[in-house]
């Protein structure tokens, strides 16, 4: 499908040859052509969350699995000249007894907080954070403070930044029930103190299983939840609900995202730049012809677009695991993993404001090449582009699997500005794990993955 690429068109073969290579080598010269090696300690080291440092780096933090016997959370910082900065192989946030995973991370000005699911109480999962500054000091209490201690089980935690040296956690909650959780919060401040009741306040109990919480600010002083609310085996919906920064509803209950009838899940949820959110999701068709749709939420809780939403892909086959951005003027660009050919392809749709798609129906691809590409992440680089990376399985036809991390930037057009099947970021050795991408200002960018190449698991970076 060439539509996004007209300008291709003009030109002739052996000039457009020479064309794309030269952009492939100038959108390459940004970047040293090496990769960086964050963290190579012993054992494993995988699933990196990223956050630019305010001053031309990152922050990386990750599971750690050196000491061979369980997991903990380390930590990178990263300058704008590729340079670490912390303790080699990573400063150590939080090496407590046990397990601690699935980690999620903001910064706010000079420190970074991070919340995680902590196993030191053999008998259940709670949630545990943690604060460090930018020259790497550990603010709170050795091996972090506890967010919430209950007695039961707490999973799938999110965090927001409060805008005020603080942080506020989000989490699945079992006090009530295990087959039925619900969804608790707590706000911290910038010294690590709980500032709502001690273990977290529900957001809005219910009878059906609340999960997969999402949290985003509403920039005028309170934020969003987005969460996949279950309440039988054929209604799966999403909720969205707003509150201020006290926890005070600014609406009365809240709303039903999607339609009330079928199955909807895997929510993607930005802000709008307006004060409002875009949320999009799945839709289940008996999870053969699965599509995409989405829905604009006004700040005064109404609907923006179509009552049940708007479809963004109803292409044959399962549309899945998509990542957006916004477009900049109250839109979104959202690109996911296709799978209306034998193997799974990127394609990608740009909705406007008021929610009309701005590319061919069904989306533009954005990478095609053989065997399957999977798990995009894209962000927006500066004025009207944007980068895509991948983990890419080109030479897995069976036999034998070759994974490696491509990258692709886009305009506002569609227009694919690099290689037509993208540029090689990582083609070394060794399984490679989805790529963490995070934009840091002026046009640059930061792809950070993990990569068995030399040992169980390391960590990697590449600046562009």
């Known amino acids: 499908m060439d539509s996004q690429n007209t300008f291709h068109r003009l030109i002739s073969p052996s000039a457009r040859s020479i064309f794309l290579f030269l952009v492939g080598c100038c959108a390459l010269c940004n970047t040293t052509l090496a990769e960086v090696a964050v963290s190579t300690a012993v054992d494993g080291q995988f699933l990196p969350w990223v956050v630019d440092d305010g001053e031309g780096g990152v922050i990386v933090m990750w599971e750690d699995y050196r000491t061979g016997k369980d997991w903990d959370v380390y930590a990178q910082r990263v300058d704008s000249a590729e340079k670490t900065l912390w303790e080699l192989n990573g400063l150590a946030i939080c090496t407590a007894d046990r397990n601690q995973r699935r980690l999620r991370m903001v910064r706010d000005d000079k420190h970074a907080i991070v ?10 999962w709670d949630i545990y954070a943690q604060a460090v ?7 709170w209490e050795t091996d972090g403070i506890p967010v919430c201690v209950n007695s039961a089980d707490q999973s799938t935690q999110a965090i927001m930044s409060d805008g005020e040296g603080g942080a506020i956690c989000i989490w699945e909650d ?23 009741k001690v273990d977290g306040i529900p957001v809005y109990p219910s009878e059906s299983l609340q999960s997969d919480p999402i949290l985003v600010s509403d920039s005028v002083g309170g934020f969003y939840i987005v969460w996949w609310d279950v309440i039988g085996y054929d209604a799966w919906h999403l909720m969205a ?6 926890a005070a509803p600014l609406w009365d209950a809240p709303i039903l995202v999607t339609p009330m009838d079928g199955m909807q899940g895997e929510p993607r949820v930005i802000a709008d730049g307006e004060g409002g959110i875009i949320v999009l999701w799945q839709v289940y068709e008996n999870f ?15 609907k923006m677009w179509d009552e049940n939403g708007i479809p963004v892909c109803t292409a044959l086959g399962i549309q899945k695991h998509a990542s957006v951005v916004s477009d900049g003027s109250g839109g979104f660009i959202a690109v996911w993993r296709d799978e209306r050919d034998v193997y799974s392809d990127l394609y990608a749709q740009h909705v406007r404001a008021e929610g009309t798609l701005a590319w061919e129906k069904d989306g533009i691809p954005i990478c095609t090449a053989g065997g399957h590409q999977d798990k995009p992440f894209i962000v927006h680089t500066k004025n009207d582009r944007f980068f895509v990376a991948w983990v890419d399985y080109r030479e897995d036809f069976g036999e034998e699997s070759r ?3 491509y990258g692709q930037q886009i305009d506002l057009s569609g227009r694919l500005l690099w290689e037509e099947t993208g540029v090689p970021i990582s083609t070394s050795t060794g399984e490679h794990h989805p790529p963490f991408v995070v934009s840091i200002g002026d046009g640059t960018w930061v792809v950070v993955w993990s990569n068995m190449q030399e040992d169980k698991g390391d960590i990697y970076l590449e600046r562009f």
């Open 115 to 124: 919340v995680w699911n902590d196993r030191r109480d053999r008998s259940n």
């Open 133 to 139: 500054s930018l020259d790497g000091n550990i603010l």
């Open 174 to 196: 079992e006090r009530r029930s295990s087959e039925f959780q619900d969804l608790y919060i707590q706000r911290l401040t910038a010294t690590g103190e709980p500032m709502w």
């Open 241 to 246: 609900y707003r509150l201020r920064l006290d």
């Open 288 to 302: 053969i012809n699965d599509q995409l749709h989405a829905q604009r939420i006004a700040p005064d809780g109404s």
């Open 403 to 405: 994974d490696a991390i």
